[in-house]
């Protein structure tokens, strides 16, 4: 003789263990769908430009957040540390060890800021020089690549406004 188990669904709830109530609001809510979502869309951008950025400087070994603080020592030789941390909104224990890493790779070093001794300053080391230099050639190849995908330099400075009044 075989025996039957039977399975009853919980007061309110499905055979499937969802609760009916429940189900029903969530599918009262409606969204529109994620390529309509202005977050959704430049997150993908970024991931994008992040893969290209990563594909071209593989051999460099550089991410972007110490391209971006290389990128502002250079053009900025003696910038305090904070500074630099804080336009790139980058938390401070966080850059502390972005920083150290660029350290050791010999590529940037912290002064004792003149000013202010508490603070440090920013410089590219010689081989920072030399390694800059090299990073702008290779971002020149990934910028043109960014924009032939947009459609060409008039798409870029239209991205690039619409982009900037995001933080007005």
């Known amino acids: 003789m075989t025996t039957r188990t039977v399975i009853r669904p919980l007061a309110g709830k499905s055979p499937g263990g969802i609760d009916r109530k429940r189900a029903s609001t969530e599918q009262s809510a409606t969204l529109p769908p994620l390529d309509k979502m202005i977050g959704y869309k430049l997150r993908r951008a970024q991931l994008a430009v992040f893969q290209d950025f990563l594909t071209v400087f593989s051999k460099m070994r550089l991410r972007p957040a110490e391209f971006s603080v290389l990128a502002l020592i250079a053009e900025t030789p003696g910038r305090k540390q904070s500074e630099i941390a804080e336009r790139l909104g980058i938390k401070r224990a966080n850059f502390v060890a972005l920083m150290d890493g660029l350290e050791r790779r010999g590529l940037a070093e912290r002064?004792?800021?003149?000013?202010?001794?508490?603070?440090?300053?920013?410089?590219?080391?010689?081989?920072?020089?030399?390694?800059?230099?090299?990073?702008?050639?290779l971002w020149g190849k990934h910028e043109s690549r960014l924009i032939e995908r947009l459609g060409g330099p008039e798409e870029k400075d239209r991205l690039l406004e619409l982009l900037d009044r995001m933080f007005d």
Request: proline share 4%.
């Open 111 to 137: 002064r004792k800021a003149e000013s202010d001794r508490r603070s440090h300053s920013l410089h590219l080391t010689p081989e920072g020089r030399r390694f800059v230099h090299k990073m702008s050639a």
